[in-house]
């Protein structure tokens, strides 16, 4: 991701505007327009409904507006060029992860969780969801599907990617995937699994108070809008609260 896409996207979102966002960032509107575009192909969703007057911004940019913010705060205190960040969102929250070194993340509500038998096929290798008890819950359908997400986007991929099965999770408590250059962990939000995934260099870096000790990968649970810290990456959350009509 450009970071700049950023300052982009928190200046059209606060002026409603292509051409006043444009003056404001001393580009042109067209320049700024594809700027955008790469955004959202970057994030998966149109971020701004193009046809309203004035400009308004689609749920996925609802969504994606306070991780902007909460990304540009971190990314004004470090140096941009060190920086990976991975993101994700569903009709209930919206996740970012950043990191020094790649990174994976992916969140899956509790109720998009009972696809995944009828993908099983897919998504499983033999004997693999009986062993970490995939089905148990539409929780833990959904944590698996978080965990062979992040784990594909970690290595640039996703879960209709080629190599499905090459994440397979060995245990949901603690997290762990069959790959041992790979280190796993689930969060819990409300109705949803996050799911965060990095490569294995030595030791985890130390955690603080509020992420899963020793790098035991445990299932916890997050306030929505809490940054958390560990295993070397930040996680921001955002929690989706469905808008009331009219």
Known sequence: MDLRWLDDFLTVFDCGSFTQAAQRRGVSQSGLSRRIQALEQWVGAPLFDRLAQPLLPTAAGRRFAPLAIGLRSMFDGARRSDLHVSITHTRHCAVAAVSLAPVGVDACDDDDGPRLPRMAKRVFDDGE???????????????????????????????????????????????????????????????????????????????????????????TRRRPGMGSVGFGWTLLSTRIVRERPG
């Open 129 to 219: 969801a009986e062993a970490c008890d995939a089905h148990a819950s539409a929780e833990t359908q959904a944590a698996v599907w978080a965990l062979k997400e992040a784990g594909l986007k970690l290595h640039g991929g996703g879960i209709f990617m080629p190599g499905l099965r090459s994440v397979r999770v060995e245990s949901l408590e603690p997290a762990r995937v069959a790959d041992p250059s790979m280190r796993v962990a689930l969060y819990r939000l409300p109705h949803a699994a996050v799911a965060v995934a990095s490569m294995h260099a030595g030791r985890a870096s130390a955690d603080d108070s509020r992420t899963d000790p020793a790098g035991s990968g445990r299932v």
